[in-house]
């Protein structure tokens, strides 16, 4: 089970930071990833670990402003997000991959969380 937690509603160019808690299972051996779905549109990539934490992907949409992380040893992964825009509203899922890697596929994830969502006002 993936329980994600953080979301909320910031004014443009404020902070969040989502966590992801994963339980009845270890994610240690496999990459990890954010994805969004705004209203009306399909569920897209946001950020991609691997298992080891070493590599992330990142959408391009959000480069240089949200940064992915993962702790093992606490089963959790956590997507900070800084310099926000009204674009970045929507419903954020946290998701475990079928890999050791960063992906940026949504097939290549099998368990997801119930998402949380993040406003962002103009």
């Known amino acids: 089970q993936l329980v994600e937690s953080g979301g909320g509603l910031v004014q443009a160019g404020g902070s969040l930071r989502l966590s992801c808690a994963a339980s009845g299972r270890a994610i240690s051996l496999y990459g990890m990833g954010w994805f969004r779905q705004a209203p009306g549109k399909e569920r897209v990539f946001v950020a991609g670990i691997n298992w080891g934490g070493g590599t992330t992907a990142y959408a391009d949409s959000v480069k240089g402003r949200f940064t992915i992380s993962r702790d093992n040893a606490k089963n959790t992964i956590a997507l900070q997000m800084n310099s926000l825009k009204p674009e970045d509203t929507a419903v954020y899922y946290c998701?475990?991959?079928?890999?050791?890697?960063?992906?940026?596929?949504?097939?290549?994830?099998?368990?997801w969380g119930q998402g949380t969502q993040v406003t962002v006002s103009s």
């Open positions: 998701a475990k991959g079928t890999t050791l890697d960063a992906v940026d596929t949504t097939s290549f994830y099998d368990y």
